[in-house]
């Protein structure tokens, strides 16, 4: 039975505190588009059944979190050259023969929200990536479209981030980028932008590198955004560095799954000034 109303959401697991229904929800109020759009806790073994049953019910497409960024991309029918790359999906586009296409709107959104949101160019910078996971996956190939001049990768595990280089080299080589792996505990250089890719926060650890990274007025990004992300950016404000949580990059990214959902491009600026005045107000 098909819904009267288009039936999006976002899957993961947890999934309580997204953010996701109300963003989607007050674009399509401003853009005048029809739609419904819930979370769906996914149990960890479950992902593969929960996009069945989402199918069935008549789903348009669904936003993808942690864990299932890399389930998606695999259970995917069709793949765009992002998530080929990245071998990770955060965004799914239903059609009515039940296939499904997967795309990647994380690096369009970090990218979109550090060069717009926070002012900041990209192109002929030196970017530090901490983090090769599917958040960091899915964000290199866009920051490598930037032209920045040396993008280093970092990672608890070197293997990882040996190999995120090594997917990507291709790309970096075509943009004239330096793309390398470094020593997460020495990394023996200081960037203009350092972009949070892991959980630290959440582990108790407010930064996975050392402050010798920070350049006086880098920008410290976190991709992440609310009480998660507080111990990143209270350590790159401690250490003469601008601070900015990942929300921007939330409300960009969603953007850009609006656009491939519905075809309309919404107001994003407009939307993440409301969403941090609500969030403020303790709404």
Known sequence: ???????????????AHSR?????????????????????QVALDGFAQALHDFAAQGGRGCNITVPFKLQAAQLA???????????????????????????????????????????????????????AGGAAAGVLGPLLQQQPRRVAVVNRTAGRAH????????????????LLALDIQAPEADFDVIINATASSLEGSPAPVPASVLRPGSLAYDMMYGPAAQGFL????????????????????????????????PPSAQVLQELRTAIAAGA
């Open 234 to 265: 209270d350590w790159a404000t401690a250490h003469g560095a601008t601070a900015r949580d990942g929300l921007g990059m939330l409300v960009e990214q969603a953007a850009e799954a609006f656009q491939l959902w519905r075809g309309v491009r």
């Open 20 to 40: 996701s229904p109300w963003i989607h929800e007050r674009f399509a109020q401003l853009t005048g588009q029809a739609l419904h759009y819930e979370r769906r």
């Open 1 to 15: 039975m098909t819904p009267l109303t288009d039936l999006y959401c976002v899957m993961g697991n947890p999934i």
């Open 163 to 178: 190999a995120l280089v090594a997917s990507h080299a291709a790309l970096a080589m075509l943009q004239k980028t330096e």
């Open 77 to 131: 029918t069709t793949r765009s050259e992002r998530v080929q790359l990245a071998g990770a999906a955060n965004t799914l586009v239903f059609d009515d023969g039940g296939r499904i296409h997967a795309d990647n709107t994380d690096g369009l959104g970090l990218v979109a929200d550090i060069t717009q949101g926070a002012g900041v160019p990209l192109a002929g910078r030196d970017v530090l990536l901490v983090g």
